[in-house]
């Protein structure tokens, strides 16, 4: 299994709403990584995760909280958000943090905010 | 010095041309160069990557050509396809630190039947 796996692939959610973003891989990678990305703009890094404890958070608002249940899945729990949080939501996974040579990103998590 | 800047913004070409997406960076201490292939409601993928001990890496239609000194490095696609249409972003890390990918700002390529 070469793939990260995305779910929900659509979310529309109101402002008061909670949900929860998943992934999921079964590659052994030890680092995961949460990004977002805005149309017709590269990827931005919000948290990473390295062997399973919070590593790096690129001051995200608080209405983001991630999690990391175990070493293959990944959360991303979201609640109180804003019309411009709209944007597709990827996780990325490599083998370490340090001394990797690429990600495998997942397809992404299309996020409408009404 | 953590930026990467990537050019052009768009580039359309004719099938069997050869577009070239240009990257300069400004940080000497990145250490690994891969370009991602993107396609509208995806994620993007990896497509092939150069460390700078080199100064070309051919995967099949795709070649990196890597100028350490003027700190560039380019994307080609050589007999471009329709299918090749897609977003193309270069990005750079530092390896031994774990320092996150720094993105280019992409380049939206379309090849023309």
């Known amino acids: 299994d070469t793939e990260v796996t995305q779910t929900p692939k659509h979310l529309v959610m109101g402002m008061t709403n909670k949900k929860s973003l998943k992934c999921e891989q079964h590659?052994?990678?030890?680092?995961m990584y949460w990004y977002k990305q805005k149309a017709k703009k590269p990827p931005e890094l919000m948290f990473v995760?390295?062997?399973?404890?919070?590593?790096i958070n690129e001051s995200v608002p608080s209405r983001f909280s991630p999690e990391c249940p175990n070493s293959s899945l990944l959360n991303l729990h979201l609640h109180a958000l804003q019309p411009e949080d709209s944007a597709l939501y990827l996780c990325?996974?490599?083998?370490?943090?340090?001394?990797?040579?690429?990600?495998?990103f997942g397809s992404g998590t299309r996020l409408t905010v009404v | 010095q953590q930026q990467v800047k990537q050019s052009p913004q768009s580039l359309i070409v004719q099938k069997g041309g050869i577009p070239i997406i240009n990257c300069a960076y400004e940080?000497?201490?990145?250490?690994?160069f891969p370009w991602y292939q993107q396609f509208p409601g995806k994620g993007p993928a990896l497509l092939i990557a150069?460390?700078?001990?080199?100064s070309e890496k051919k995967e099949g239609r795709f070649t990196i050509s890597f100028n350490k000194s003027a700190k560039q490095f380019s994307l080609h696609i050589m007999d471009s396809q329709p299918g090749d249409s897609a977003t193309y972003f270069c990005?750079?890390?530092?390896?031994?630190?774990?320092?996150?990918?720094?993105f280019g700002e992409g380049t939206q390529l379309t090849v023309n039947p």
């Open positions: 990005a750079a890390s530092m390896v031994a630190s774990g320092s996150r990918l720094t």
């Open positions: 995760y390295s062997y399973e404890k919070l590593s």
């Open positions: 150069i460390r700078p001990d080199v």
């Open positions: 990325a996974s490599s083998q370490r943090v340090t001394g990797n040579y690429g990600y495998t």
């Open positions: 590659m052994g990678h030890r680092a």
């Open positions: 940080n000497t201490a990145f250490d690994y």
